[in-house]
């Protein structure tokens, strides 16, 4: 008997980082739907931030504005790590996005799930490629809180 030539790789593991619980529900059945495996939700920064050091991730989707704080800090840490990430929010992309992290995709909520999908496809399949890593603003909110100043 032949051994087989079939070789079943897991699932993409997609960051999913959204501050409305419902929304973020939505967008985990989503990337379920399409194949992905999510990792999270994180409903805040802090969270975002843990997982997106800790977890290993092919793939991250954002909202921009995590509970009155941006997610940009998650955007360094993604960077770091090589981890294409895009945004997903109801801001238009413009002045509000740091100049470093504009070249990441961004779908508008609320999504269509076509464009979602050939999205997600671009970010883990390597088209969409992770912004260069720029400061360590991550690092020094992660230190803070770990020393117990957050």
Known sequence: MKPSLFVVEPPRRLLVVEDNFLMAQVICDFARDCGFEPVGPACDLDAGLNLAWDERIDGAVLDINLGGRPCFPICSVL?????????LSGYTPGAMIPNEYRSAAHVEKPFIAEQFRDELELLVHGARRAPAAVDDSARSILSRRTAGLC
């Open 79 to 87: 960077a770091r790590r090589g981890v294409p990430f895009l945004f």
